[in-house]
């Protein structure tokens, strides 16, 4: 991905059980320093999803790399950014926190 330019990516789910779930995400970003660079346009991360038994779904997140990322010293050595997904099972009324906010 180039620093400033858009980039879509998919991530593949898979509901095992035989009983509809609906299920919400958390990220990570690796190196953590770089996460303020990393910007999420659409994710699917932002919303609960569905999923009936057995489903396997693509799910998009739209994203770029802010360009301000290759003027950072600290991300000279930086050439890799990973971004992962935890999927997991919403509990009825459950509220994820924001990162950074208590």
Known sequence: VVPGETALAFYKAKNPTDKP??????????PFEAGQYFNKIQCFCFE??????QEEVDMPVFFYIDPEFVEDP????????TLSYTFFE???????PLPGYQ
Request: net charge positive.
């Open 48 to 53: 609960e999803q569905w999923l009936n038994p």
């Open 74 to 81: 600290k991300m000279a050595k930086v050439d890799l950014i």
């Open 21 to 30: 779930i609906v299920g919400i995400s958390t990220y990570n970003v690796i």
């Open 90 to 96: 919403a509990k009825e009324g459950q509220k994820l």
